[in-house]
């Protein structure tokens, strides 16, 4: 791709061929093209064209671009059979690039993420070119630069948005998970249930205890000594479910 084009027509050809398959079918023919690319590198010093053949890379960028231009013109064209082939064609140009994307891999992962991007972009995309006078690059060769710039832009804002949604759904998991660990009544009814029979089994023994020389004062010790260890448990880890 970088080396000198041996037999310059057929690579101007070969150029314009893939710059046509990729955003200008129905647009324009590789005669057309051909004639363009010509032009533009016949149009250079005489002493660059003399030393240097151009690369096969070069002449594809040339041509891309003066199919940028004819895409950005018939996408704000009047007739509305033309802006809709120059969209069709633009469709395909951007889909291709949002799935090589970086965000290509989050994007896979939501069904139908993808598409709504592609459409957000495309909106926007018509929407400057029905301004009048039309809106866009300043340059119209680089039309599709501009375009990928917004479809990028869009990309971003989505995978930005879900990824603070999803950290919004971890927070609120984790309040609920940490409620649960407070508050284990919520979630495990045997582990309650073990921890009240064993609170009425302790109360129990507590208040079946006499002193014999003063059976008031004991009745009446015995329940302050209930009441001070319902205060203590929390202390040795037992916690609010586990209270007397």
Not at 82 to 94: D, E, I, K, V
Not at 101 to 111: F, G, K, R, V
Not at 176 to 193: C, K, S
């Amino acid at each position: 791709m970088t080396e000198p084009c041996g037999d310059l027509e057929q690579c101007i050809r070969s150029a314009a061929t893939l710059a046509i398959g990729r955003c200008a079918q129905g647009l324009l023919t590789v005669d057309m093209v051909s004639e363009q690319v010509r032009e533009e590198w016949e149009a250079q010093s005489h002493k660059d064209r003399a030393e240097n053949q151009p690369t096969q890379q070069l002449l594809n960028r040339m041509a891309l671009r003066y199919c940028s231009r004819t895409l950005y013109q018939a996408c704000c064209f009047p007739l509305e059979e033309t802006r809709n082939c120059a969209f069709a064609n633009l469709r395909r140009y951007l889909a291709q690039k949002l799935q090589h994307s970086p965000y290509a891999p989050t994007l896979i992962q939501y069904e139908g993420a993808a598409e709504d991007v592609l459409q957000m972009a495309l909106e926007i995309v018509q929407k400057a070119c029905m301004q009048n006078p039309p809106d866009g690059p300043g340059d119209p060769a680089a039309f599709l630069k501009w375009a990928i710039t917004i479809l990028y832009r869009q990309a971003y804002a989505f995978v930005t948005k879900t990824e603070r949604e999803q950290a919004t759904s971890l927070d609120a998991w984790y309040e609920v998970y940490t409620d649960q660990l407070e508050n284990p009544r919520n979630y495990d009814p045997e582990a309650h249930f073990d921890s009240q029979e064993l609170n009425q089994t302790l109360e129990n023994a507590i208040l079946s205890l006499s002193n014999k020389r003063y059976p008031e004062s004991g009745r009446s010790s015995t329940a302050l000594a209930a009441v001070a260890i319902r205060a203590w448990l929390p202390w040795i880890g037992w916690g609010n479910d586990h209270a007397l």
